[in-house]
């Protein structure tokens, strides 16, 4: 996309085709869990609106941090029966890419939020907010890393 701040901004987007969510099988009606027993809702996640901004493009180590926002749907309502099969989701992260070579990149994101909540669009608005590390490789369609 460009440059701001010395950082090259890129468009990040994801799809998450199966996102499985563990809830309690029954609950209240602000998502607390009535049951020690736990049932997966199955559902989909679709991120069009994301930023990336990353330091350093021509090194080998590359810091970034990355926005993007938005939604779930469950096949039922999540969290709670009061809630909505029909979720926002938003997610940031901060990591290090490491040039293998002109085509792949090795990321290593030690900080991730991840948070999914109906924004109050039924009478419930339970939610899930995550924090995890992930690790990953990425493939370029075009090589970045000049030799």
């Not at 290090?96 to 030690?110: C, G, H, M, Q, S």
Request: net charge positive; charged share 20%; hydrophobic share 45%.
């Amino acid at each position: 996309m460009g440059h701001m701040f010395r950082m090259r901004v890129d468009y990040a987007a994801e799809v998450i085709p199966v996102f499985i969510l563990s809830q309690p099988e029954r609950s209240d009606f602000w998502g607390n869990g009535k049951s020690p027993n736990q049932k997966p809702v199955p559902g989909i996640s679709i991120l069009p609106i994301g930023f990336r901004f990353l330091l350093f493009e021509k090194s080998r180590i590359r810091p970034f941090a990355v926005g993007k926002l938005g939604g779930v749907v469950f096949n039922q309502k999540a969290f709670s029966p009061a809630a909505s099969k029909y979720n926002f989701n938003i997610q940031a992260a901060a990591g290090l890419l490491y040039a293998v070579n002109k085509r792949y990149d090795i990321r290593l994101e030690p900080f991730e939020f991840f948070h999914i909540s109906n924004g109050y669009m039924a009478a419930s608005n339970p939610g899930m907010d995550e924090l995890a590390v992930r690790v990953g490789v990425t493939y370029h369609f075009s090589s970045t890393v000049k030799d």
